[in-house]
């Protein structure tokens, strides 16, 4: 498998990111709950080069890829996940509710994309070439605010990049029983351009979506839809699925597994994270004026 060094440290950081947050709420020291992108790594480090300071990024609940793979910033967001000082938000943001330059997360169904399409009204109208995108999942596509924004980001012609992280299962609930017909048709419905990407190759997905992302600066909204897979729970244990179902997903773990040099990466980026919580665990609780 073809992958640079910068795009798999950046996934294998990620994947230990995540599994230290499932192993953090085993051992009782994480409160609330959390949601895992296993699996779906590779999504957000394709997509980070393609999107350049001056554009809006939008995530959802389970953003943790989103932010790292943007900010390569593991110390501030499990600061943040566990509220300790140096917190990206103080400690009241939580896991999934963060804010940063150019960022924004929220833990509520939907209610990304109409504020990404008004950011993309606004990046066309201060900054043209800049862009709006907005991370969703399957189960996204049962709200109306979907639809509502489609609607005006094909009739006002906005830099919207819809990024749909299709991992077949919203919640505990098959997409063969929530989603009816399926999201090509409906972006048709909208006149918007839609786009599948099954690959699991960094590096091939980015060539491909190269050009169609330099579009989206131009006005043409793009519905981008991830053939992806979660592998971990929906948050922190609640998984319904059978164990042996869960084990034949494909994973760009394990076809790198055999790449030279991998062993020695995934081991230094566990060791990175295991740094990272034992340092970030040690420090006071976050203070309230942080926020």
Not at 59 to 79: E, I, K, T, V
Not at 97 to 113: K, P
Not at 180 to 191: C, K, L, N, T, V
Request: aromatic letters at 6%; charged letters at 20%.
């Amino acid at each position: 498998m073809n992958c640079a060094p910068a795009d798999l440290e950046a996934m294998l950081m990620i994947r230990h990111f995540e599994l230290a947050l499932l192993d953090l709420f085993a051992r009782g020291e994480l409160g609330g709950t959390t949601h895992t992108c296993l699996g779906q790594e590779y999504v957000p480090v394709a997509l980070t080069p393609l999107l350049g300071p001056r554009d809006h990024v939008f995530s959802n609940h389970r953003g943790h890829g989103h932010y790292l793979a943007r900010f390569g910033d593991p110390h501030g967001l499990l600061a943040e996940i566990m509220g300790r000082e140096g917190a990206i938000c103080g400690g009241v943001g939580g896991s999934q509710h963060i804010r940063r330059e150019g960022y924004l997360s929220t833990g509520v169904q939907g209610e990304s994309l109409p504020l990404a399409a008004g950011s993309a009204l606004h990046l066309k109208r201060t900054s043209p070439g800049a862009l709006a995108c907005a991370y969703i999942g399957d189960g996204t596509w049962g709200q109306g605010a979907v639809y509502e924004t489609l609607n005006i980001a094909a009739l006002w012609k906005l830099p919207l990049l819809v990024v749909v992280e299709h991992n077949g299962i919203a919640q505990s609930t098959p997409a063969s029983a929530h989603l009816a017909g399926d999201i090509a048709g409906r972006a048709a419905a909208f006149g918007v351009r839609h786009v599948t990407v099954g690959s699991l190759e960094v590096g091939e997905i980015r060539q491909a979506l190269e050009p169609l992302v330099a579009e989206v600066r131009l006005g043409e909204p793009l519905v981008a839809e991830f053939v992806t897979h979660r592998r971990g729970p929906h948050s922190k244990g609640d998984d319904t699925r059978d164990p042996a179902d869960v084990a034949r997903i494909p994973d760009w773990h394990a076809r790198h597994a055999a790449s030279g040099g991998f062993e020695a990466m995934d081991r230094a980026a566990r060791e990175l994270i295991a740094a990272v919580v034992a340092e970030v665990s040690a420090r006071p609780p976050a203070r309230r004026e942080e926020a």
